[in-house]
């Protein structure tokens, strides 16, 4: 069975950590009463993560878009290849939209975004107190939405390494 090749699977796997991390990470910091420097450096650790995250989806994107995946392994369902391909689709969408939730959320705020405390990204939008509950539970949405389907594909993914047993999960292993 034919692999992914070493840049897609070293974006996949770059991105699945980093995904997590963001994810425990925006975990803890709303968890932490009040507003503190402890927070705040929280706050700006999450939204760099969540930057390169963005970054690294654009580039996974264009790999993808002039590179093509692997068939699946032989004899597995039509169903289960749609399944494959709505997971796959929901997962590229939420990885540019819960990032880019989370950034218009802070604009919405009245935060700049200061990627890695150097460089200003650009406000696309004003302060906003009216928007600012709405996109916040918005990205609070995508990322249940992106924790589900996370679920689902390492589920899937297991499920072909120890039940299937057709070699699903070797095509994107280093």
Sequence with gaps: MRRYTLTAITLHWL?????IATFLLGLTMVD???LTPTKL???SWHKW??????????LRLLWRLTHTPPAYAPGMS???K???NTAHGLLYLLIFAVPLSGYFYTLAAGVPVVYLGILPLPAFIAPDPALKPLLKQV????????????CLHVLG????QFIDRDRTLQRMLP
């Design 15 to 19: 991105m699945a950590i980093l995904i």
């Design 32 to 34: 932490i009463p009040g």
């Design 41 to 43: 450096k929280y706050f």
């Design 49 to 58: 993560l969540g930057v390169t995250v963005f970054g690294l989806a654009c």
């Design 78 to 80: 039509a169903w289960q």
């Design 82 to 84: 749609k399944m494959a």
């Design 139 to 150: 990205h609070y949405a995508f990322n249940v939405t992106l924790l589900i389907v996370f």
């Design 157 to 160: 993914a297991l499920k072909h």
